[in-house]
């Protein structure tokens, strides 16, 4: 009997309404009750209910059409769903930070790439100490020799070379040569930097060797009246940068020493010994002017060619490539800059 | 704002409508509800105000218990709720003489529906002016807790949302509660600016601010009930 009155409780009327009643219970529940006739009932009277009606009061509540914010408490009471939630919640945010970081770094890096602020990335091998050779001072102890012929390098197909042939050179400094005419094979479609003959001053051919082969942008030879009016001038600008290397390692990059310009060399060996220079403009906002002179040496590091590459408003991202054919005494060649850095307008 | 203070018993307050006709407005509007609850109670049925013409029968009847009322005969819901019967057992007569008899409107004992409702009425009416003291006093708490907690701007509605299912947390609030409603300076300031003192109470009880804040409500409707010493109300 006892355990049956546990189970109802006393509960006072609040509210009238057409469907339902508004209750309080004297525990300070208040609830919404549906089940009896509420016309027969006055504000005030006492009612008797069921325990399990307020625990199951929570679906009156669906009746009330509550707020969105009221379904969310509810929907959330339950301690599994909170957790799930947060848990959701955190990786969520984790991949959404994870992401982020990925991205901002990547254009970062992008960004100061484009804008010079972060230090460029070589690919190929910084050129090592061992392959320069000489130093400037043993530069100045090497006695001119004469190089009484030269041969130019023919095309791998084994066609003759136009124009080519064994040059003398005369010693002496007065005299001066008559350029021959400057024919190119282009028959493999490469360029072949053929020699042009001239006479060298003694001081001239000491330092660039037997003979200066000027070329331009394009690639071309240029043909200069007089090559040792040509050396003066060129050499009345500053000398930017002075460096030896060998030729001994074959089929490998390297890049020389130079911060200003990218310069890249290799040698490979075909038919033909072969040696590539690919040139990149790496300083922002600055356009270099001037000479890059290649001063091939033999083993006794005798100069015996000088190839001087001209050089007009390189500009930051411009590449240039020259393919040099070796002859088979040369063994080194010396690198040479001269030239201004002008601010680009 | 309430001054739980000077809350009138309803002789008092039916005294002062005598007089003044603002308090007499006020009084019929705050026991509009129970004015319908109790025609309802009588007819069976439920009646709207604006609609049914009963409703405006009881609020006249109403006003007349106000100025007829006298304190020493007894409880004045008692006796508004007599008089109030009374005059829709007069209404009812005089809507049946006016209509005419209608042979299919005989119910199985040879009355029409009407004059079954007299009848109703009729019986009803004669029960003793003298009602149980205590069920007169709960009424009339529970109609002054539903007009302080409409100043209040809380309705039943809202409380029943707001209201926890679970006993624990029930229980939780009603000792916040009796602790606002029992210290001096908690109570002012939940009177002052209408909301709890949460700072304190965070001190005084192991709970935390955002369950206090989400019991707001409910816990202000408790503080009211125990204020006004609602007669049911366990604490």
């Known amino acids: 009997m006892e355990e049956n009155l546990k189970n109802y409780k006393k509960a006072y009327i609040l509210e009238v309404h057409r469907n339902f009643l508004i209750l309080m219970t004297s525990d300070g529940a208040f609830l919404r009750y549906s089940k009896l006739n509420s016309s027969m009932y006055e504000i005030g009277d006492e009612i008797i209910i069921e325990s399990s009606e307020l625990e199951n009061n929570g679906l009156c509540s669906y009746f009330n059409k509550p707020d969105k914010n009221f379904v969310l408490e509810e929907s959330f009471k339950s301690l599994k769903y909170k957790n799930k939630f947060r848990l959701l919640r955190g990786i969520a945010v984790g991949v959404a930070a994870v992401v982020i970081l990925t991205f901002g770094i990547y254009f970062g890096i992008n960004y100061l790439n484009k804008t010079g602020y972060l230090p460029s990335f070589n690919l190929s ?90 070329l331009d942008e394009s690639g071309e030879n240029v043909i200069v009246q007089n090559q040792n009016d040509y050396i003066e001038n060129m050499q009345k600008q500053p000398v930017l940068y002075e460096g030896f290397y060998n030729m001994n390692t074959l089929n490998t990059d390297f890049v020389v020493d130079y911060p200003d310009i990218q310069i890249g060399y290799k040698i490979n060996e075909d038919i033909n010994k072969l040696l590539t220079f690919n040139f990149i403009a790496i300083k922002q906002k600055q356009l270099f002017n001037g000479n890059i002179n290649a001063v091939l040496n033999d083993e006794n590091l005798t100069n015996t060619r000088t190839f001087s590459m001209i050089f007009k408003n390189f500009k930051y991202g411009q590449q240039r490539t020259e393919i040099i054919i070796l002859e088979n005494i040369e063994k080194g060649f010396k690198i040479i800059i001269y030239g201004y850095f002008n601010e680009l307008n | 704002m309430v001054n739980f203070f000077q809350i009138n018993s309803l002789e008092q307050l039916v005294l002062k409508a005598k007089e003044d006709k603002l308090v007499n407005e006020k009084l019929i509007e705050q026991f509009k509800p129970f004015i319908a609850s109790v025609i309802q109670k009588r007819i069976g049925k439920y009646l709207e105000y604006g609609v049914d013409d009963e409703l405006s029968i009881g609020l006249i009847a109403f006003n007349e218990a106000i100025h007829n009322y006298d304190y020493k005969k007894g409880k004045f819901l008692s006796f508004a709720r007599l008089v109030i019967i009374n005059r829709l057992i007069d209404y009812y007569r005089k809507e049946t003489k006016l209509k005419t008899v209608s042979l299919n409107g005989y119910n199985k004992n040879g009355d029409n529906e009407e004059n079954a409702v007299i009848e109703l009425l009729d019986k009803k009416a004669v029960e003793k002016f003298l009602y149980r003291s205590e069920d007169e006093e709960r009424k009339f708490e529970i109609i002054e807790y539903t007009r302080i907690l409409k100043e209040w701007n809380i309705n039943f509605s809202d409380l029943i949302k707001i209201c926890p299912k679970q006993e624990n ?6 000792k916040i509660a009796e602790k606002i409603a029992s210290d001096d300076y908690l109570f002012n300031e939940l009177c002052k600016t209408k909301r709890l003192p949460i700072k304190q109470l965070e001190k005084l009880f192991p709970i935390h601010r955002k369950k206090i804040e989400r019991g707001r409500i409910y816990i202000i409707a408790l503080v009211i009930a125990i204020k006004i010493k609602l007669s049911f109300l366990q604490v």
Do not use: C, H
């Open chain 1, 125 to 214: 091998f910084i050129a090592s100490a061992k392959d320069k050779a000489v130093s400037e001072q043993s530069l100045a102890s090497m006695s001119a020799e004469n190089i009484t012929s030269g041969t130019v390098a023919s095309q791998s197909t084994g066609t003759e070379m136009l124009g080519a042939e064994n040059i003398s050179i005369k010693e002496d400094a007065n005299e001066t040569g008559s350029a021959d005419k400057i024919a190119e094979d282009t028959s493999n479609g490469e360029k072949i930097q053929l020699k042009e003959s001239f006479n060298l001053s003694p001081v001239n051919s000491k330092i660039f060797g037997k003979e200066i082969i000027v």
């Open chain 2, 169 to 174: 947390l029930r229980n939780d609030y009603k």
